[in-house]
């Protein structure tokens, strides 16, 4: 036996906390530049957990074949000691084995910061019909799935799909004209995709494009995850704040998402460039002014969402500033104004602490926002109303104006919610129901006897398949006590349609009852008067109708004086219910009405005039479920055609 | 050998339209009133959909039908565009043979058939690697077990006809050399010519194909580097992405090898093969499945996806050759009605008319608002899908109370389940019908279905449309008095 060895053994050890893995910061191109070469890398502190080989994870499951060129990659193995003693591979564009560790690690950090704003596990959204709507652990991530440019989140596959491609030959802008791209190596299209996927386990149904805010709002939402996580990164954003001298408005590069996605493709600076954009005369970059009337003009997903991210950005800016006014009043001895030059590394530092904490407010704001949103056809106005109701849950004393800053954020881009009095963020909080039906729901809530059971256990210790299963059984019991007689008679305040006088435009059981389905049960946490931890049940409930194009073919089918054939378009309706589970009170009740002709009639008008390209030869997409919603939409980009009839 | 009762013959003034029903495809005759007694004919396209049951024997009674209404002669032929359903009916398997015995007079065809123009052959060439590739699509399809999809592809390759191989011309390539070959004198039309009808009052202004490229590749912003095609494909993401479909074909000329080497991602020591994968236990737990037995998640393999960009490539094939339309505005007389074959252009096409200008009565000038405006007999684009009919600058402009609409369409055919897509094309889409019969006040003439019921009619017009027209099996004819 050699003699170095001992066979004594320390007392066993706690796994670390983190794993450092090392990644791009922006993506590859940025590092030929000498300007930004050395912030081009950085390390990521990923969650620890047992890794196999892809890496294959709790969340997570790298596969690396490429169909197009018939070929594998080796899985990396990220416990080799290698790379365990170097925290990870180092950054590089002809590594294939580098590539599946920074989609890992950029998804897994997307995830992480759910899972802290939210309070519970992710889980993805369940597989389809043919798969019996099995539960899907692992979302799949295929790093070089197609030659095209193009990624995406693939909703019926359960994966993202990267593509790369050869770099533009004429405008290439910091590419190697000709070289190759790889979509997985930008920063900010991994983390898009992967909020794709996390809002689609949330919210199924925002996939459907029934107004012109929802495939914007998947867009812009994701677009705001990617870049306020970059924000939340202290070394990118200590140099940012050296170069910009604090003010993080002007140019920088944080603010300019995908870089090298959207200029290998050709067109000059960032794709998804929500913030500005660079003047042709003089190549120096300006901000983009608010103009309200934008958003009644812009039609397209990516710009519509662009618009949402500036909305949202404009708010984060308002936050920085008034949390950095006394910094800068003291190191100015009051003046308030700077002196020329390099500004202390200590108050970089403090600016740059200041600016990491306002992004992770926001960044978790807009995440507990989705809880609070109706569960289909949700727009802009919605996401407003639910970002101040989440915050208000939250943080009930707005002593900073937090929520002034989003709603006065917003009211510059134009985007108002629809039926509220003011703009106060009293009336823009969703409400319950009042009065004698806020009495019928209090005397029926109890009917659910396991209400109080239903609570999952969804802390993040817990089995992510235990919690799916809870989540199914829990549904089938709110749904039977939909189906009770004195709760179908006022189930017009879940924007349902139970009674047997609907239209018969919505699908039936063997019954004849009005088809529904709960959508999804889960905890939310807000805190309470007091301070203490309070948790809310958050239940979703819809139900779909046929949608004709022609308005007298609707009212035949409505009233069965024809059989109902194929839709259209399917029109969705339903509500997120949020029950206060100590007092037994249903505390918001976020609908979107069944019955609604209004609704009808803008979503036949919406579906018109948004006809997709390939709805000649390939049919229209919104009438199959068999489709790539992601796919086409970003693929569309290279293809933009006029509205015509 | 004509039979002289089954003669065409001209109004007193102006003109009449007869829209042929073979089916899913365009074929027009015009005869045009002159003051010699034999009317002026001109025969618009002739052409049937890929798949139409017994195409030949349609195709030949509707040129049999040509021939002798004409008394064999026609005085000028227009090709629109090279698709099928436009010009089939030259095919030596269709009715070739009958054309055969026409006379023609003068054939027109975009300038975008022209060889000696540079673009065109730029275009021509460009959609020539297209088709071969998206060919080479179908086959990986199917090969990837998904033949839906692969059936959708093929049916708006359908357009194309088949496949020349070998660098032979293909059959409509050869329908269209045959119809340049009968012209007498062969006229290459551009937009902003003004040409007049001998012997009738009638005139002609051309308003596409446009010629400024970016108009004419409209939809298609990637292709403003015009060098990508001009000889050989350089590692652009076409080439790429073709470069994987013809994998296996020996296209030396399309692909050479150092592109192909270099559209794989990876340096040769990082590549494992296929094969090498299916023997790998990662990759068949996570994949590909033990040998023998299909994958425990094969829903969730992506053997299919990346040729889903082939998809966009057949729209923009499809939409490209729709925009080389020879789109013309007939007018009557001076300053009076107009007919308006548009062909199958699309938005860009459509776009580009608003630039033109001709010289009007007195100091005037005529643009193509003032034509759309004038329409009195408008036919409507690609059977009437919704991309071929522009709005505000399109249908809307169209104002005369006496408007007629021409819709050469064949519903069944157009719904019949096309691949994977199992509700086929939305030919003639519902909301521009709807329109269409708005503007129209109900005077929609369908190739399927025929002349309106008489319910659609205002009842003020019933008794005068009745007599305008002429509904047979094989035709439906309309009088457009100047």
């Known amino acids: 036996m050699p003699s170095e060895t001992s066979r004594i053994k320390p007392p066993a050890r706690r796994p670390p906390p983190f794993r450092k893995l090392r990644v791009y910061a922006y993506d590859p191109s940025l590092g030929w530049q000498i300007e930004t070469a050395v912030i081009n890398q950085m390390t990521l502190q990923v969650p620890w957990e047992e890794l196999k080989p892809g890496p294959v994870g709790e969340y997570l499951e790298v596969v690396d074949v490429d169909p197009a060129s018939r070929c594998c990659y080796a899985p990396v193995d990220l416990n080799e000691k290698f790379i365990l003693a170097s925290d990870g591979l180092d950054p590089a564009e002809g590594d294939p084995q580098f590539h599946q560790q920074m989609v890992y690690a950029v998804a897994m950090t997307t995830i992480h910061n759910f899972e802290r704003a939210l309070g519970r596990r992710v889980l993805w959204s369940q597989a389809g019909a043919a798969q019996g709507y099995q539960f899907v652990p692992r979302l799949r991530i295929y790093p070089h799935a197609m030659r095209e440019a193009n990624a995406y989140y693939s909703p019926l596959k359960k994966a993202l799909l990267f593509g790369y491609f050869p770099a533009s030959t004429s405008e290439a802008g910091h590419n190697l004209p000709g070289g190759t791209v790889f979509t997985c190596l930008s920063h900010d299209v991994v983390a898009h995709e992967t909020t794709h996927a996390l809002l689609d386990g949330l919210h199924r149904r925002f996939v459907e494009p029934t107004n012109g805010d929802t495939l914007a709002l998947h867009e812009g939402f994701a677009d705001i995850v990617a870049l306020f996580q970059h924000f939340s990164f202290a070394p990118a954003l200590r140099d940012q704040i050296r170069h910009t001298r604090g003010d993080l408005a002007s140019q920088n590069l944080l603010g300019q998402l995908a870089q090298q996605f959207g200029q290998a493709l050709g067109s000059r600076g960032a794709l998804r460039d929500a913030l500005g954009e660079t003047d042709k005369a003089t190549g120096k970059w300006i901000?983009?002014?608010?103009?309200?009337?934008?958003?009644?003009?812009?039609?397209?997903?990516?710009?519509?969402?662009?618009?949402?991210?500036?909305?949202?950005?404009?708010?984060?800016?308002?936050?920085?500033?008034?949390?950095?006014?006394?910094?800068?009043?003291?190191?100015?001895?009051?003046?308030?104004?700077?002196?020329?030059?390099?500004?202390?590394?200590?108050?970089?530092?403090?600016?740059?602490?200041?600016?990491?904490?306002?992004?992770?407010?926001?960044?978790?704001?807009?995440?507990?926002?989705?809880?609070?949103?109706?569960p289909v056809d949700v727009n802009f106005g919605d996401y407003l109303r639910a970002l101040v109701t989440a915050d208000r849950d939250l943080v009930p004393d707005d002593d900073r104006g937090y929520r002034i800053a989003v709603i006065e954020a917003f009211r510059r881009r134009g985007i108002y919610p629809q039926g509220v009095r003011s703009l106060s963020a009293e009336s823009l909080c969703w409400a319950g129901p009042m009065g004698a039906e806020a009495e019928a729901l209090r005397n029926l809530l109890p009917g659910v006897k396991s209400l109080s059971r239903i609570r999952p256990d969804w802390t993040l210790t817990t089995d992510r398949r235990k919690i799916w299963e809870q989540t199914q059984k829990s549904g089938r019991e709110i749904h039977d006590w939909l189906l009770s007689d004195p709760v179908r008679a006022i189930a017009g305040n879940f924007g349902l349609a139970l009674q047997a006088d609907a239209p018969l435009s919505i699908p039936r059981d063997k019954n004849g009852v009005p088809v529904f389905e709960v959508h999804s049960v889960r905890p939310a946490r807000r805190l309470g008067p007091d301070g203490q931890t309070l948790t809310d049940l958050v239940i979703e409930i819809t139900q779909k109708r046929r949608g004709y194009l022609m308005p007298d073919k609707q009212a035949k089918v409505d009233k069965g004086q024809i059989p109902p054939g194929e839709p259209d378009f399917w029109l969705r309706g339903g509500c997120t219910v949020l029950v206060d589970l100590d007092r037994g009170a249903v505390r918001y009740c976020i609908g979107k009405g069944m019955a609604s002709d209004i609704r009808l009639a803008a979503q036949r008008k919406f579906t018109l005039a948004s006809i997709a390209p390939q709805a000649v030869y390939f049919g229209d997409p919104r009438r199959r479920e068999q489709t790539e919603p992601f796919?086409?939409?970003?693929?569309?980009?290279?293809?933009?055609?006029?509205?015509?009839? | 050998m004509s039979d002289p009762s089954a003669l065409m013959t001209a109004p007193e003034s102006g003109v009449k339209v007869r829209m042929y029903r073979q089916g899913l495809g365009d074929c027009f005759l015009l005869a045009f009133a002159t003051g010699t007694g034999r009317p002026y004919y001109m025969l618009i396209d002739c052409g049937v959909l890929m798949g139409t049951e017994d195409a030949a024997?349609?195709?030949?009674?509707?040129?049999?039908?040509?021939?002798?209404?004409?008394?064999?002669?026609?005085?000028?032929?227009?090709?629109?565009?090279?698709?099928?359903?436009?010009?089939?009916?030259?095919?030596?398997?269709?009715?070739?043979?009958?054309?055969?015995?026409?006379?023609?007079?003068?054939?027109?065809?975009?300038?975008?058939?022209?060889?000696?123009?540079?673009?065109?052959?730029?275009?021509?060439?460009?959609?020539?690697?297209?088709?071969?590739?998206?060919?080479?699509?179908?086959?990986?399809?199917?090969?990837?077990?998904?033949?839906?999809?692969?059936?959708?592809?093929?049916?708006?390759?359908?357009?194309?006809?088949?496949?020349?191989?070998?660098?032979?011309?293909?059959?409509?390539?050869?329908?269209?050399?045959?119809?340049?070959?009968?012209?007498?004198?062969?006229?290459?039309?551009?937009?902003?010519?003004?040409?007049?009808?001998?012997?009738?009052?009638?005139?002609?202004?051309?308003?596409?194909?446009?010629?400024?490229?970016?108009?004419?590749?409209?939809?298609?912003?990637?292709?403003?580097?015009?060098?990508?095609?001009?000889?050989?494909?350089?590692?652009?993401?076409?080439?790429?992405?073709?470069?994987?479909?013809?994998?296996?074909?020996?296209?030396?000329?399309?692909?050479?090898?150092?592109?192909?080497?270099?559209?794989?991602?990876?340096?040769?020591?990082?590549?494992?093969?296929?094969?090498?994968?299916?023997?790998?236990?990662?990759?068949?737990?996570?994949?590909?499945?033990?040998?023998?037995?299909?994958?425990?998640?094969?829903?969730?393999?992506?053997?299919?996806?990346?040729?889903?960009?082939?998809?966009?490539?057949?729209?923009?094939?499809?939409?490209d050759t729709n925009n080389t339309s020879l789109a013309l505005a007939i007018e009557l007389s001076p300053g009076g009605k107009v007919l308006l074959f548009p062909g199958d252009a699309q938005v860009g096409n459509w776009l580009s008319w608003q630039k033109l200008q001709w010289p009007g009565e007195g100091a005037g000038t005529v643009g193509a608002a003032d034509l759309l405006r004038r329409t009195a007999l408008y036919k409507v684009g690609h059977h009437a899908s919704h991309n071929a009919t522009l709005r505000a600058q399109g249908l809307e402009l169209m104002e005369r109370p006496d408007l007629v609409a021409m819709i050469p369409v064949d519903e069944q055919m157009a719904h019949r389940p096309k691949g994977g897509n199992p509700d086929g094309w939305d030919m003639p889409f519902s909301p521009l019908l709807t329109r269409l019969k708005e503007k129209a006040r109900g005077r929609v003439l369908r190739a399927d279905t025929g002349a309106p019921a008489p319910e659609d009619l205002d009842p003020a017009d019933r008794e005068a449309f009745a007599k305008d027209r002429i509904e047979t099996p094989l035709y439906l004819e309309i009088t457009i008095p100047a």
């Open chain 1, 287 to 374: 901000p983009n002014e608010p103009d309200p009337a934008e958003i009644q003009k812009a039609r397209e997903p990516h710009a519509r969402g662009a618009i949402l991210v500036a909305a949202v950005f404009d708010a984060f800016l308002s936050i920085y500033k008034s949390r950095i006014a006394d910094l800068l009043r003291i190191a100015t001895a009051g003046t308030g104004v700077l002196p020329q030059g390099e500004i202390h590394p200590d108050l970089v530092e403090r600016l740059a602490r200041e600016a990491a904490a306002s992004a992770s407010h926001v960044l978790t704001m807009c995440i507990r926002a989705l809880d609070h949103c109706p």
């Open chain 1, 631 to 645: 796919a086409m939409l970003h693929r569309e980009l290279a293809i933009e055609e006029e509205p015509l009839v």
């Open chain 2, 57 to 319: 024997d349609k195709m030949r009674r509707v040129a049999e039908s040509l021939r002798d209404s004409t008394g064999g002669r026609i005085d000028v032929l227009v090709a629109t565009h090279q698709h099928w359903d436009h010009l089939s009916g030259f095919d030596p398997a269709q009715a070739r043979d009958v054309f055969d015995q026409i006379e023609f007079g003068e054939v027109w065809v975009g300038w975008t058939e022209d060889p000696d123009n540079e673009l065109a052959g730029r275009l021509r060439a460009r959609r020539r690697t297209h088709i071969q590739a998206l060919n080479g699509a179908v086959q990986g399809l199917r090969a990837a077990g998904s033949g839906g999809k692969a059936g959708a592809l093929e049916s708006v390759l359908g357009f194309f006809g088949d496949l020349g191989v070998d660098g032979k011309p293909s059959k409509i390539e050869a329908a269209l050399a045959y119809v340049l070959g009968r012209g007498k004198p062969l006229r290459y039309r551009a937009p902003g010519e003004l040409v007049g009808l001998p012997g009738s009052g009638a005139r002609v202004y051309v308003l596409g194909p446009p010629q400024d490229e970016a108009m004419l590749l409209r939809s298609d912003p990637s292709h403003k580097a015009s060098e990508v095609y001009e000889q050989r494909l350089q590692l652009t993401q076409e080439a790429a992405f073709f470069a994987a479909i013809l994998a296996d074909a020996p296209v030396e000329t399309l692909i050479d090898k150092e592109t192909r080497n270099l559209s794989f991602p990876f340096e040769e020591v990082y590549r494992v093969t296929y094969d090498a994968g299916k023997g790998d236990p990662f990759f068949q737990e996570r994949y590909f499945g033990e040998p023998g037995k299909p994958p425990e998640e094969d829903w969730r393999q992506i053997e299919d996806d990346w040729l889903g960009a082939g998809e966009t490539l057949a729209l923009q094939l499809d939409s």
